[in-house]
């Protein structure tokens, strides 16, 4: 018998405007409104979400075609980046949510990027696997302290960095084709110092996140039979292989993010899966939501997941909206 669809998990709505989905972000108002931002094949679909039941989308930010789009927000304002030569950021004015403002498109020393990483606490984007031409070049480091005219800090181009994510003065690079995950001191954004690095056994360190409390670094990988990888960072230096997970030996663990004691992980075929971190050395499943009925493996279903305050989450699904 096939496996139940869902576990503690309910659908409340479901979109499917445009032909190909990508990446996804929350954006949260200062008066709660909440905001699904979502990357499609040609450009940013921006939806209302804040009734779960009744989502509608306020505005469409056209983009150069591309099947990655990526997007970060920063207080009243939405970066959105893609690998489509000379589509370099997108800034959206989300002052007035209802009605998004493409502000400009701002590239500094870059025209294009894979991944974006957002320091929320300190006004900080960092453009992942940016290139200016056929050379993939690494990261840079943006300051927002006007957020509609960034400018570049510095950045690291010794290896191509997939993605990243920081946490207070530490930026953690995901180098998938070196197979690395590197801690960087991020205390001074124009001096980036590593602090040390690491393999394993067939890494495509794809991306990652850290418990609440910060001992715990899950990292996915992404290849067929790939796991969730939980490391103990008690000692960086250290960084010991303690735990891993999958959902479906199959299947390719995309993305995870971590909110209290609930680690989202978007598990491409198996779909959305939720795991109970409370103790975060021991990821526990307990819920889930599958929105790719197809074969299990390769790069089919859901790409990412955003969640919400509200405990709503949404799931961008690659073919399904």
């Known amino acids: 018998a096939s496996p139940p669809v869902a576990r503690n998990v309910t659908l409340q709505a479901r979109l499917a405007d445009y032909p190909g989905y990508s990446a996804c972000t929350a954006y949260v108002h200062p008066d709660g409104r909440e905001y699904a931002v979502v990357g499609t094949l040609n450009g940013t679909s921006i939806v209302n979400v804040t009734d779960p039941d009744h989502p509608y989308e306020v505005a469409f930010i056209p983009g150069l ?23 370099a950021i997108q800034i959206v004015r989300m002052t007035d949510p209802e009605h998004p403002v493409l502000v400009k498109i701002w590239g500094g020393s870059f025209n294009r990027a894979h991944t974006l990483a957002i320091d929320a606490a300190r006004g900080i984007l960092v453009a992942n696997g940016t290139r200016s031409d056929n050379t993939a070049t690494g990261m840079r480091v943006i300051l927002l302290d006007d957020p ?27 180098c998938i084709r070196s197979g690395i995950v590197r801690l960087f001191d991020f205390a001074d954004p124009y001096d980036l110092r590593e602090i040390t690095s690491w393999t394993y056994p067939s890494a495509a360190t794809h991306s990652g996140e850290a418990s609440r409390d910060g001992r715990w670094l899950y990292v996915c990988d992404e290849r ?31 993305n995870v993010h971590v909110k209290a004691d609930t680690a989202f992980v978007a598990w491409y075929s198996e779909g959305a899966r939720l795991f109970d971190v409370s103790e975060p050395s021991l990821p526990a499943e307990w819920g889930w939501y599958d929105t790719y009925g197809g074969f299990s493996g390769g790069f089919h279903g859901v790409w990412d997941l955003a969640h919400f305050p509200s405990g709503t989450f949404v799931a961008s699904d690659i073919e399904g909206g």
Not at 155 to 161: A, H, N, R, S
Not at 242 to 248: F, G, K, L
Request: charge should be negative.
């Open 224 to 254: 067929n039979y790939s796991t969730l990888k939980v490391f103990d960072m008690a000692n960086p230096y250290f960084h010991e292989l303690t735990e891993e997970r999958t959902v479906n030996p199959l299947a390719i663990v995309h």
């Open 148 to 174: 509609e005219n960034p400018y570049e800090a510095g950045g690291y181009f010794d290896d191509y960095v997939h993605d990243s994510w920081v946490r207070n003065d530490t930026l953690y690079a995901y």
């Open 65 to 87: 075609s591309s099947p990655w789009r990526e997007m970060k927000s920063y207080l009243q304002w939405i970066y959105i980046t893609t690998e489509a030569a000379g589509g």
